[in-house]
């Protein structure tokens, strides 16, 4: 006999309901055929199971966060997750007002936390190290960070993912810079390109679908918020053509004048009603994802423009322009010594 790998974790909860409203934030959905009245079986998008056994006792005073509860109890003593990025963990925890009750910790092969459950119940997550390597799995073919909007949405994904890879910067508006991108594997002469051995993605929702196969982290868990977020990717893709033609990228620059016509009225308008709807909590869709970078380059722009927004559109864009990763592209622009006359005063 042969044990293969886990099949579920069962956890002692005492109330159902808010036992289930916790772990969905954490991308667990309820699996009602396979659960009953004495145990909800959850599953989230990447297989991983937990069976929420539904007979905990309430402590006499009612208290279930027993945070400095100094028994120890034999038995089982947590589950233990493994998740792509322990950084968004420890934003939605901080998002969610649920304390960190150890860590981070870096041991060696894995970065570590721990939190409780509503009910107590410690929950470990993991991430783990990157084997070293001597060439990553990926190489992206970017251009300028200050001026190349579609290279920062695939770098900031890479980024959020913590996937290793190399960078190589082509220059942009040159006399034969799209024949060098094709050089490279991509076949528009556009950039970013994504080369993963002898294959290369060269379109930004593409990259995005192409590693989000491997990294379900990508897109958000539940199905139906799956598909609004690639719709509104998907806009974000294809639309908002006045808007960038009236504010060409710079994020360096600051206090440019932009000719806001109807058509970039409305689509400055159309940005506000997406994030007024949708960002009022912390992101589009809980959880940091492909949804918000998509939009990151579009607050650069305003930022860059001086477009001011007022109540939960404006508090969203100023949550994307100090993300750690938005700030860290921001500044390697900033370094950045080359310039493009076209997008310069």
Known sequence: MNITAY???????????????????????????????????ILNAAGVRLNLILNGVPTPDGDNVLLDRPQKWPGYTHAAFIVDSLPLVLDWASNAGIPITEGPHDWGRRLT???????????????????PASTPKYTLIIGPKNYSSWSMRA??????????????????YQPGSRDHVRGLGGETGLV???????????????????????????????????????????????GFSALRSAMPVNTRARNRIARRSEA????????????????????????FCAADIMFAPIAT?????????????????DRLLRHSLTMEWLELGRLESSVIPLFEP
């Not at 936390?113 to 084997?131: I, Q, T, W």
């Not at 770098?155 to 942009?172: H, N, Y």
């Not at 308008?269 to 589009?284: K, M």
């Open 7 to 41: 099949d579920h974790v069962g956890i002692r909860v005492t109330d159902r309901v808010r036992s289930l409203a916790f772990y969905r934030t954490l991308g667990f959905e309820l699996d009602e055929e396979n659960s009953t009245e004495t145990a909800a079986e």
């Open 113 to 131: 936390c721990f939190l409780r459950d509503p009910d107590s119940n410690v929950l470990e997550f993991n991430e783990l190290k990157s084997e």
């Open 155 to 172: 770098w900031l994904l890479l980024k959020m993912l913590g996937l290793p890879f190399a960078e190589q910067t082509v220059p942009l």
């Open 192 to 238: 970013p390109v994504l080369l993963e051995g002898d294959a290369a993605i060269w379109d930004t929702l593409a990259i995005f679908e192409h590693l989000y196969e491997a990294h379900p982290a990508v897109w958000p868990a539940h199905r139906y918020a799956r598909a609004h977020a690639r719709s509104l990717s998907g806009e974000v893709h294809a």
């Open 264 to 287: 970039v009225e409305a689509d400055i308008q159309r940005v506000v009603e997406i994030w007024t709807s949708l960002g009022g909590s912390s992101w589009l869709f809980g959880d």
């Open 301 to 317: 722009r305003f930022q860059t423009y001086g477009v001011e927004l007022e109540g939960l559109a404006g508090a969203y864009m």
